[in-house]
C-alpha cells in the first residue's frame, strides 16, 4: 500500500507540473486582440465612407505594427484612394480626405482684404480638397493663379506679402467689368 501511496504521489506531482507547463505555453502563446473598424461592403476608388458602411471586428494584434485604423470616427467622411474589400482592416495608406473641388469645376473664386471683397468665377485647374492650395484660371482673362479649395465650389485668394499685383492678376482687364464684379 505504501508502494501505491508513492507511485500516486509520483503521477500527482508529474501531472501537476505538467499542468503548470501547460497553463505557461497557453499564456505565453496567448494573441492580443483589438477592436478595428472595417467597411461592411465593398467600396469603389473615391467613393465616401458614411457611418453605416462601417463595422467593428476583433482581429489579432501585429507584432509588425501595421497602421490599421483603429478609431471608426476617423473613417467617417474620408474617400477610398483605391477599390477596398469588406472585412479588411483599413490602413492610413488606403483612405483620403475627399476632393471638394474637381479639375475643370466651375469655381467662385473670392479675393478678400482689409475693406475690399471681390469675387469672380474661375475654372479648376486641379482637384482639390479643403484647405489645400490649387491652381485657377480666370474664365475672363485666361490667367492662371493659386487658390485655396474652402468649400465644394469655392476658392478663397489672399493678397500676399511680397506681391502687391497678386489682386490684379485675378481681376478683369477693364474696370467696368471689375465694378460689376465688386457689386
Do not use: C
Not at 467622411?77 to 472585412?87: C, E, Q, S, T, V
Not at 469645376?105 to 490649387?134: C, H, M, N, W, Y
Not at 474664365?139 to 489672399?158: D, H, M, P
Amino acid at each position: 500500500m505504501m508502494r501505491t501511496n508513492s507511485i500516486f504521489r509520483l503521477a500527482l506531482a508529474a501531472l501537476g507540473a505538467l499542468g503548470v507547463w501547460l497553463l505557461e505555453l497557453a499564456l505565453a502563446s496567448a494573441i492580443e486582440t483589438h477592436v478595428t473598424p472595417m467597411l461592411a461592403q465593398p467600396l469603389a476608388r473615391g467613393e465616401i465612407i458614411r457611418d453605416e458602411m462601417i463595422v467593428d471586428q476583433e482581429i489579432k494584434r501585429s507584432p509588425a505594427g501595421f497602421d490599421y485604423i483603429t478609431d471608426r470616427v476617423a473613417l467617417i467622411g474620408m474617400a477610398a484612394k483605391r477599390p477596398l474589400r469588406a472585412g479588411v482592416p483599413l490602413r492610413v495608406s488606403d483612405i483620403a480626405q475627399p476632393n471638394i473641388i474637381r479639375k475643370g469645376d466651375l469655381v467662385t473664386v473670392a479675393f478678400e482684404a482689409p475693406g475690399l471683397s471681390l469675387s469672380i468665377r474661375g475654372k479648376a485647374l486641379e482637384d482639390g480638397v479643403s484647405g489645400q492650395a490649387i491652381r485657377v484660371m480666370n474664365t475672363q482673362t485666361n490667367r492662371t493663379f493659386e487658390g485655396v479649395a474652402v468649400s465644394s465650389g469655392y476658392v478663397l485668394v489672399s493678397p500676399m506679402a511680397n506681391s502687391p499685383a497678386a489682386p490684379q492678376s485675378i481681376l478683369p482687364r477693364n474696370a467696368a467689368a471689375a465694378a460689376s464684379i465688386a457689386e
